[in-house]
């Protein structure tokens, strides 16, 4: 009888962190023209190696400061790299010269208030977050 409550409360923990995600969702200001993308293309913007939306318009990432949930969530979605090779790879890039790693914000405030006012910025945000001025172009 112990070790069968023992389980039940081992199970009804691991459930609650898989609950306790936040579902990431990609947005983009609700005036950019961009309607949708794929992972490979977030993916690539985020990692630098592309520079613009598939449209040719240009794509300037946002990203959650680090130690952030979300932004650990996100990567590990999104780009499939956690927090130290995702800080691994930026050093490579930074030490070659090939590129720089997105601009750093506070949080999804500041995230919704950029990106809202700018049609070339992406980012990623809580879907519950999710206001009238930007839009979802990408849910992982």
Known sequence: MRLSRKIVVISVL??????????????????????????DQVSDIYLG????????????????????????????????????QLKSYWSKMVFSGKGNPPKDVADVKEVLKLIGANPNMIGYIDKGSVDKTVKTVFAP
């Open 49 to 84: 190696k592309t520079a613009t939306f598939p449209d040719g318009s240009q794509a300037v990432p946002l990203e959650l400061e680090n130690g952030s949930e979300l932004r650990d969530e996100f990567h590990e979605k999104v780009t499939g790299k956690s927090k130290s």
């Open 14 to 39: 691991c459930s609650a962190s898989i609950f306790a995600k936040a579902d990431v969702v990609v947005i983009v200001s609700a005036s950019s023209s961009i309607s949708q993308l794929d992972g």
